[in-house]
């Protein structure tokens, strides 16, 4: 059979890396009878296009990104919170990769008819700007482009900015003439994009990771015979490391391309500078909660208590 794979992002992303190796892997183990036809964003439609199409079974796989996703998924809001993750990635990806969470993220997935596969980073987020960010005071009535998620909404309003949320497609128009002031996205995504190009400031944050979880149609993934639920499992347990080392070399080689082809300003964040925003941030905690209820609250728990374990032990 043929199975498409929808992406939210152009080729050469980390989206298309995985795809590609998923395909790879996927056709290798089934002996070819398997064919996976990947569909790289543009050619399908926006994020919540695609939400729509892989629900309604038109295709099989695609990349669901939470902050596109929590508008028909309160509970995925947990992984746009900012200065929830370890600043160890090592941390977080051990996390990811085996947390309680997954059950509880499940039921709420299964519910949109969904079958949540794998939860990804690709990397740490960054914010370009048309003006030098370095506390809260300089984001005040900052047009800044978010991804359409209620945590993330209010957390920049919490920062002072005013959020903008077109989709992914429109962003660089929207810098270009100036409807936005600036965007947040990991640095390869900001290179391939070009927002640099219209951008004066890139400002390395590391308040949040870029999550993404990759689903399948659930009754598709219901009726497949086990053995193809197994391969299934071994191919995206097994892309976890690869994805997770290839999403680090691509930022590094990314920032260094960005850095070569523009004369943006790059601004690191002291770690005083980055809890003035973390200290902002955490009112979004209780929107959070608000929208995702119950589950959601234990999701949020489940998650903190297991980075802060991960943590102790990595300092030990
Ligand atoms: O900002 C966005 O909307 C998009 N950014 C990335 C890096 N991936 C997908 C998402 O739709």
Redo the contacts with the bound molecule.
Sequence with gaps: GTWRFA???IDG???DIYAEEFKRRIEERSGGEVTVEIYP?GTLG??SQLTELIREGGVQFA?A?P??LAPTIPEVGVFSLHFLFSDDTRVNQRVLGNTRATALLQAAYSEQNLQLLSVIS?GWMAWTANRSIETPTDMQGLEI???PSPVLVETYRAYGADPATL??AQ?YSGLELEQIDA????L??IEE?GFHEVQDYLILARSAQ?I?TLVANDAFYEDLPEERQAMLDEVTNGLRRYIFEQQAEINRRRLESIKQSSDIKLIRLSDEQRAMFRERSLVARDVYIEQAGERGKQILNVLDEELRAAEATRKR
């Design positions: 992406l939210e992002e992303s980390i989206q964003y926006t994020s990349f990104s902050g596109h690709e482009r978010t991804m989709p992914y962003v965007q947040v996205n990991p390869f995504a994009m870029f993404t």
